[in-house]
């Protein structure tokens, strides 16, 4: 089953020029937001997408670049829309989702709202087991090392399409992805500057054989991003807001 990606934005964190790494991937109809940072809402409105036209979100782990439109998603979907979207949340992120990211703004005793489940359609979703989220459309989650101690998880879509979530750089991962697991497309977070610390950095990922790189779609990057075009060996950097086909 083929797969389409937007790439809603394609920035780091504190990009001032492009909008958080956030991807609409639609596959056999259904359409998923991978990620909802604090510029989703603006950037799903500039592409005229409204949101309840989303099928279902699923979040990655619990920086703001990634889960920092959530609460006016959830506004939204309870007052404006009156509909609970599909969320698809790694179990071991649940608690911190709500409790340290959106209970705040979210929690309303009064009212009885006192989970993601008052917002959402909440789905949990285990580790490294392919889970079919629509016929013909599965995801598997890969844990990611990124930040000490906080869950981060890369996804594997339909078994061939590699979505890296914030990741430092794995060398052994991606060959085995490509080599073993026959992965086709490899879309990873990439810093333009070294050393990447909590990322993979552009200088990490050209250590990759050509054979890898070619496989290799650049996403995540910084306001910097022209000084390094033509610089990233055989992989390409993606670009904000147009979609690609993945057959
Ligand atoms: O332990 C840490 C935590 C954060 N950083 C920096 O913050 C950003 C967080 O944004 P993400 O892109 O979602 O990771 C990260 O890029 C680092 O610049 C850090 O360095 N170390
Ligand atoms: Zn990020
Ligand atoms: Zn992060």
């Known amino acids: ?59 990655t782990h619990v920086h703001a670049d990634h889960v920092g439109g959530m609460e006016e998603f959830a506004f939204r979907l309870k007052y404006t829309y009156k509909h609970k979207m599909k969320l698809f949340v790694p179990s071991k992120l649940v608690d911190s989702l709500w ?12 009212e009885g709202f006192m989970g993601l489940g008052d917002y959402f359609d909440l789905i949990l979703v285990e580790e490294t087991v392919p889970t079919e989220i629509h ?19 890369s996804i594997m879509f339909n078994e061939r399409l590699f979505y890296s979530s914030d990741t430092k750089f794995n060398y052994t991962l991606l060959s085995e992805l490509s080599e073993q697991r026959k992965c086709q497309y490899i879309l990873h977070d990439c810093q333009l500057s ?15 054989p050509d054979k890898i790189q070619s496989k290799v779609l650049l996403m995540h990057y910084d306001d910097l991003i022209d000084a390094f075009i033509g610089k990233s060996g055989k992989m390409t950097f993606m670009e904000q807001h147009k979609t690609y086909s993945f057959p």
């Not at 409790?99 to 009064?110: A, F, I, P, V, Y």
């Not at 070294?194 to 990759?208: K, R, W, Y």
């Open 99 to 110: 409790n340290q990211s959106l209970r705040g703004g979210l929690e309303n005793k009064t």
């Open 1 to 59: 089953m083929s797969l389409q990606i937007q790439m809603i934005g394609t920035g780091s964190a504190f990009s001032k020029k492009f909008y958080n790494n956030n991807a609409l991937v639609t596959c056999n109809g259904f359409t998923l937001l991978v990620d909802c940072g604090y510029t989703a809402p603006r950037a799903l409105h500039e592409l005229g997408i409204e949101i309840n036209s989303i099928d279902g979100l699923f979040i």
């Open 135 to 153: 016929p013909g459309f599965t995801l598997e989650l890969i844990p990611s090392e990124h930040i000490p101690d906080k869950p981060s998880y």
């Open 194 to 208: 070294s050393p990447g610390i909590v990322h993979a950095c552009l200088d990490e990922l050209l250590t990759l």
